[in-house]
């Protein structure tokens, strides 16, 4: 009995050893169980408590940051779109604020350092301050350590996130968080005479993968009407050929370098190789899709690159989205990265290349 006892409490740790890394993770709002389930199949054992239904949740792992951090740049998940660690929370008569001054009075890695604040909130709830004041104390705490307050390409991200009764922060590197952007969520403001919304995707493609459009000449829009994503292909120099039966918005009559076919995709012929960048946003059916594309991959020449959005109308998106994945793949076309981008709604995107 004795000896069972004692290999029992060898075996499990004692509750100080063991490692816990606790983060606010974000999704596309309704996607949060996916990016739940990215998480346990990486880490096993998540336990999970809801900050904002279907998007916001706080993950702790047993797990240890560093570990996190490697774990997730290697598998770069698909529906986890945005982490922020959470070191100091409100406790007992000391709050998170104060926790957070002290700690970075004792960061000389912020010396000289630029530092970027993001701010969020759920619930009704907010920090005494305003968002403003909070900022103001913030930078007086980074003054002192003669680290400069920015916006963008920040060296390290204070995050601070209000719920309900409670406030979070941690500090982190950019990379570390997923996304470089407040929550993982780039916004764009719409132009005027933009023709459709669809043309945000495509912009947040370009930041998110760094793709270098500018690089690309010849290029085939799939399912392209009413033509935000040939307007943005044009726009980035590029000659394009809109295949779709619908019509094109107006504003593109005429538009020099574009190659208009009022068509279904299954019944246009391409010569080999002839494009460098092939794009795809149908509303359809993901299999057909797939079928469809990679019928027409003979005009994309080795080496171009294939974006297309992937609707997710099955119930085991994970599941589906492996299968499509499949099928590019015995195609030649080398995943990139598959994510679910702020602009998706109930699809994700591919980014791919052909070898
Ligand atoms: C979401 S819209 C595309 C929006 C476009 N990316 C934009 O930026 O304006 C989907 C388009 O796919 C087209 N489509 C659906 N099935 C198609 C097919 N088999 N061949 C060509 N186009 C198709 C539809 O006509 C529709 O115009």
Redesign the pocket.
């Known amino acids: 009995m004795n000896e069972i006892r004692q290999e029992t409490a060898e075996q499990t740790p004692a509750p100080e050893e063991i490692v816990y890394s606790r983060y606010i993770c974000t999704a596309n709002h309704g996607f949060a169980p996916y990016a739940q389930e990215e998480l346990f199949r990486l880490f096993g054992a998540v336990k999970s408590t809801q900050l904002l239904p279907g998007e916001v949740f706080i993950a702790t792992l047993q797990v240890e940051p560093a570990e996190v951090s490697r774990a997730l740049l290697q598998n770069l998940p698909i529906f986890l779109r945005h982490i922020q660690p959470i070191q100091f929370q409100d406790e007992g008569d000391m709050p998170a604020l104060q926790r957070l001054a002290e700690y970075l009075s004792q960061q000389s890695e912020l010396e000289g350092k630029k530092v970027a604040l993001h701010l969020r909130k759920s619930g009704d709830y907010f920090w005494q301050e305003s968002a403003g004041e909070l900022r103001e104390w913030l930078q007086d705490q980074l003054q002192s350590l003669n680290a400069e307050f920015t916006v963008q390409d920040p060296d390290w991200v204070i995050s601070v996130y209000a719920d309900g009764e409670a406030l979070y922060a941690g500090v982190s590197l950019p990379e570390d968080n997923l996304s470089s952007w407040n929550g993982g969520a780039i916004r764009f403001r719409k132009d005027d005479g933009q023709?459709?919304r669809?043309?945000f995707k495509l912009m947040e493609a370009e930041k998110e993968f760094d793709i270098p459009f500018s690089s690309f000449r010849n290029a085939v829009d799939?399912?392209?009407?009413?033509?935000?994503?040939t307007s943005f292909l044009l726009e980035r120099g590029m000659k394009v050929t809109a295949?779709?039966?619908?019509l094109m918005h107006e504003s593109l009559r005429n538009a020099p370098g574009l190659k208009v076919l009022r068509k279904?995709?299954?019944e246009v012929k391409f010569k080999n190789n002839e494009f460098d960048l092939l794009v795809c946003?149908?509303?359809?059916s993901p299999k057909l899709m797939a079928k469809?594309v990679t019928g027409l991959l003979y005009s994309l020449a080795p080496g171009g690159t294939a974006i297309v959005t992937v609707k997710l109308m099955h119930k085991k998106p994970l599941a589906m989205i492996k299968e499509i994945v499949g099928m590019f793949e015995e195609e030649r076309m080398q995943i990139q990265r598959a994510k679910q981008l702020v602009h998706n709604r109930d699809e994700i995107t591919l980014y791919m290349i052909k070898y």
Request: glycine content about 16%; proline content about 8%; cysteine-free.
């Open positions: 023709i459709s669809a043309k799939i399912g392209a009407s009413p033509g935000g994503w295949v779709d039966p619908a279904n995709a299954g946003d149908m509303s359809w469809l």
